[in-house]
């Protein structure tokens, strides 16, 4: 009898633990205060689904019974070693326009194993904002670092709970740029579309009905690897649990870019945010103490004080960071994407080489302000002829260590600005290995 109990007290110990390491749906941190709901629904063919009770208890277990378990558990051992070493999971980290979704393709283009996610933070910060009047950094960082855990597990759980609209039966038709990951556009997600109904939600090549969320968390625990891109995260120390997870294999490459060229972009993109920066290009004197100069100081420092934790190395980044310039993409973007890959150690495919070399030499028709088509050459000399020589200045006054530290050159004149002749990009090797 004492054995019996033994051995139920065994197995119940061991599905205590697998059901720990499994860890599919994780729980919502009791400090975030969110919008509560259901669980999604995921389909396993766990051990513990198929244990029987009586009278809420575990039966005791004959000589078959425990040689059962123990197989279950070394075929268990078996599986969680290999996914740990071979599954990667890639977050791709940079500010708005630096070039991210375009360099976001080079994960997303890359094939069947790969399940790709655009910008998922949106709704957290989205959702954060308006409950607050402004984002509080610290929740921010906290929630966005949830949500990410959860995603590379494959669990849309708590991106739900920021998703407006909430969904309904784990179904929605408001995710955000859901047409730009392959991932979700594939038949396996691809519900019937109903024309009339969801006319404007479609995928790129093909018109998809409602996302169904538990449809795509299955489909994401049938891929190899998964790859997220976000330009919301602001310091890299705060992912520091993610490096640290044994659950996870995380890779961290940072995207940067002249912030001269990044401010030039989003006087353009975003025109009507930028409308200071524009008036005072055209006018006078860029007032120094002004909210916005004090914004893009506060952006450039994040920037560079992320670097300065990845450069450096601590133990718990230890070959999992890389930093990349546009700029290096731009001019050399098959060695660049191949650096890349060598340090995610997936296989650079031949799908995604092909979508590179279509892609870099984009015309001007094909090459909209939020178009992954760049003729990238021309993207990196591009700033130079439409940002003012005093906006130039004041940029350097602000992010001169940001600029010394990723190998920008300063201009002191307009004529050194506008000289072709004159390379503003040191040749700098970041070590990340």
Known sequence: MRIKYTLSVVFFVALVIIEKENNIISRVSDKLTLKQTPQTPLHHSGISQTLPKHNGSFPSFGKMDFMLMKRRLEKYSEHQEVTTKGRKHILLLATTRTGSSFVGEFFNQQGDNMFYL?????????????????????????????????????????????????????ITTALFRRESSSSLCE?????????????????????????????????????????????????LETLRPLAE????????????????????????????????????????????????????????????????????????????????????????????????????????????????????QASKETSGVYSTQKNSSEQVEKWRFSLPFKIAQVVQRACGPTLKLFGYKSVSSEEMLTDKSVSLIEDKVFNFL
Not at 278 to 285: L, N, Q, S, V, Y
Not at 299 to 322: E, H
């Open 118 to 170: 655009f910008e998922p933070l949106w709704h957290v910060e989205k959702m954060l904002t308006l409950d607050t009047g402004g984002t509080n950094a610290t929740a921010a960082a906290k929630a966005y670092r949830d949500v990410l855990k959860q995603l590379f597990l494959c669990d849309f759980t708590l991106l739900e709970s920021f998703i407006e609209p909430l969904p309904v039966n784990h």
């Open 245 to 360: 997870d044994p659950h996870l294999d995380v890779k961290f490459i940072q995207l940067v870019r002249d912030p001269r060229a990044v401010l030039a972009s989003r006087m353009v993109a975003f025109a009507a945010k930028y409308k200071n920066w524009k008036d005072w290009a055209m006018g006078g004197d860029v007032p120094i103490d002004d909210d916005e100069v004090r914004k893009l100081k506060g952006n450039c420092d994040n920037i560079r004080m992320s670097a300065q934790v990845g450069l450096r190395q601590p133990p718990w980044l230890r070959r999992r960071y890389m930093l990349v310039r546009y700029e290096d993409i731009a001019r050399f973007p098959m060695r660049k994407a191949t650096e890349m890959y060598k340090f995610t150690g997936i296989p650079f495919t031949p799908q995604v080489k092909s979508w590179i070399l279509k892609n870099i």
């Open 187 to 235: 038949d396996s997600v691809c519900s019937p579309f109903i024309k009339g109904v969801f006319e404007r939600y479609h995928c790129r090549t093909r018109r998809c009905g409602p996302l169904n969320l538990t449809m795509a968390s299955e489909s994401c625990l049938q891929k190899e690897h998964r790859a997220i891109k976000s330009v919301r995260v602001r310091q």
